[in-house]
């Protein structure tokens, strides 16, 4: 039996502006080619299948296009709401959707009463989809702390009854259990190991820029723990596909959404469960998605970053441009536009060293007119006045403060010496 564990398609997201609709569809048709070529028998999303509680009528064809497309090939779908989904929108006609192999978890509840149960070959999974449970909810319905290890401390523990329950009565190989959360592990229990390449397991799993903040009285994090007798536990929540056990995973998300993730190897990971002597086994390998949203930051001179024939791969690429020179030159969004049209963020980096402090800061200080603008200008500027701009700057400030003049007429003096 074959399990493709994903989470986080976050369908429906813009990136600085833009939206992702068009990639989020070409991933959607190479997941769908993907299950039939492995021959996948169970897709899982561990929350998040929306960006947001109230998705366009574009993002939910998009859905009901990739739930069509994978049903079509073979697979069963299974799935929970996450902290960006609307649980009563995302679950609507849950019960009819079952009938067609596509079972969505919305609700506590459902979590340890309604298992999905897959069997093939002799293997026989029962897999626990608890949603997104916010703590100062679920707390008093569960009759528990209202944190996050509160919540799935109580619903994780429901589960294990189920799954001895099941093993009893020899209707039961192997459990999964999805959850949306944020989960660690106590740091005596980090694993030093060769990870042939892939990420090792950590303490505190790597965020990203991306991920809304869960907290509740500022944690939001809740203990590996809650899941001892759990076969394998997919994650959802963090974008990063990393392992926080051996049998305990994020997946992440199948493109990315930050600059924090630009490095990131997207993809899902793929359980294989076989009937053996000893019971049933499992393997666990990552499969990498070819859909990506091309994410660069891009660092240098005007000059450089319009001319160095290093940075033509990322032409293409959504940048974030940081400009590092002496001077501010003028209008450098739009030069840089001309090489780079998709530059979603851009910061100026003066090399020059900055005042220590703000020309604000000193602003009840007894300091002339006239250094108060020379420093403002340097601040702003990273560069101090010319020779030229000082003299300007000189005629101006005694025109404005000549005794007996006009208000009215200093600053129209001001102005058109400026001009």
């Known amino acids: ?87 009563r929108r995302l679950g609507f006609g849950a019960e009819l959707f079952a009938t067609a192999g596509v079972h969505i978890m ?51 523990e429901r589960i294990r009854e189920n799954i001895a329950e099941l093993r009893k009565e020899g209707n039961l190989d192997y459990s999964i259990v999805l959850a949306h959360a944020f989960i660690t592990r106590a740091p005596a229990a980090r694993e030093q190991e060769d990870t042939g390449g892939e990420q090792a ?9 991306s991920e809304r ?15 001892d007798g759990i076969d394998y536990t997919a994650l959802g929540h963090l974008h990063g596909r990393q392992r926080v056990s051996d049998t305990i995973r994020y997946s992440g998300s199948p493109l990315a959404f930050s600059f924090s993730e630009e490095n990131h190897v997207k993809g899902a990971w793929l359980l294989t469960l076989t009937r053996d002597a000893g019971g049933v086994s499992a393997s666990i390998d990552p499969i990498n998605w070819d859909t990506t949203l091309h994410l660069k930051t891009l660092r240098g001179t005007l000059t450089e970053l319009l001319n160095n024939p290093a940075f033509e791969p990322y032409e293409d690429a959504f940048c974030r ?21 998709h530059i979603a963020s851009f910061e100026f980096r003066s090399t020059v060293e900055q005042l220590q402090r703000s020309p604000y800061h000193r602003t009840r200080e007894n300091i002339t007119p006239q250094v108060m603008c020379r420093e403002f200008y340097a601040y702003v500027r990273g560069a101090p006045l010319s020779e030229r701009e000082e ?8 025109e404005a403060t000549e005794p007996g003049g006009d208000a009215a007429d200093s600053k129209a003096s001001v102005c058109s010496s400026t001009d």
Not at 201 to 209: G, K, M
Not at 213 to 227: M, Q, T, Y
Request: hydrophobic share 40%; glycine share 8%; aromatic share 6%.
């Open 391 to 398: 003299e300007i700057l000189t005629a101006i400030i005694e």
């Open 201 to 209: 397991a950590l303490t505190e799993p790597d965020r990203s820029d």
């Open 213 to 227: 903040d869960i907290s509740i009285g500022g944690v939001e994090a809740a203990p590996a723990s809650l899941f």
């Open 106 to 156: 919305t609700r506590c509840e459902q979590a340890w009463q309604h298992p999905v149960i897959l069997s093939k070959d002799g293997v026989r999974v029962g897999v626990y989809a608890i949603p997104y449970l916010n703590p100062r909810y679920h707390g008093p319905v569960l009759g528990v702390e209202p944190t996050h290890a509160g919540v799935l401390g109580a619903v994780t």
């Open 321 to 341: 441009i940081y400009l590092e020179q002496e001077n501010r030159p003028l209008n450098p969004v739009e030069q840089l536009r001309k090489r780079f049209p």
């Open 1 to 87: 039996m074959k399990i493709l564990h994903t989470s986080d398609w976050h369908l429906g997201r813009t990136f600085h502006g833009t939206s992702l609709h068009d990639v989020s569809e070409r991933f959607i048709d190479e997941l769908i080619a993907t299950v039939a070529e492995e021959n996948i028998d169970a897709v899982l999303i561990s929350g998040d299948v929306y960006d947001n509680a109230t998705p366009s009528t574009e993002t939910i064809q998009l859905l009901n296009r990739a739930l069509t497309g994978l049903v079509a090939v073979g697979a069963q779908v299974i799935f929970s709401s996450g902290n960006h989904d609307s649980p």
